[in-house]
C-alpha cells in the first residue's frame, strides 16, 4: 500500500505563491514510480497539473507551465509543488497522486486526501 499526505494549501491573493508538499509512506512491497499533482475546480473534472517520474523527467499541464515547478526528494519521499503568479482559476482541489508497483509489477494508483487552493482577485 501506499499512503500520501498533503500539505500547503491555503488562501492566497492572485499574484502571490504557495508551495504545496506530498508525503508518501509505503509498504516494502511497493515501489512509487511518478509522483504528480491533479486538480478538480467544483463541477469540473480532475486535471493533470504537474507529474515527475523516477527519473526526474517533468510533464506540466499546459495552463500552469511556466508558472508551477514540481520537485521531488526521494530520500523524504515526498514531491513538492512550487505555485508562483496564482490566478483566480488556479482555485481546486489539488491531489496527490502516485503510480506504484507491486513487486515490481503493474501500475497502480494512489491518491491522497486533496487540499484546497484559493485564490482571491
Known amino acids: 500500500q501506499v499512503q500520501l499526505v498533503e500539505s500547503g494549501g491555503g488562501l492566497v491573493q492572485a499574484g502571490g505563491s504557495l508551495r504545496l508538499s506530498c508525503a508518501a509512506s509505503?509498504?516494502?512491497?511497493?515501489?512509487?514510480?511518478?509522483m504528480g499533482w491533479y486538480r478538480q475546480a467544483p463541477g469540473s473534472q480532475r486535471d493533470l497539473v504537474a507529474a515527475i517520474s523516477s527519473g526526474g523527467r517533468t510533464n506540466y499541464g499546459d495552463i500552469v507551465k511556466g508558472r508551477f515547478t514540481i520537485s521531488r526528494d526521494d530520500a523524504k519521499n515526498t514531491v513538492y509543488l512550487q505555485m508562483n503568479s496564482l490566478k483566480p482559476e488556479d482555485t481546486a482541489v489539488y491531489y496527490c497522486?502516485?503510480?506504484?508497483?507491486?513487486w515490481g509489477l503493474g501500475h497502480y494508483q494512489y491518491w491522497g486526501q486533496g487540499t484546497q487552493v484559493t485564490v482571491s482577485s
Open positions: 497522486n502516485a503510480d506504484a508497483s507491486r
Open positions: 509505503r509498504s516494502t512491497s511497493h515501489s512509487i514510480n511518478a
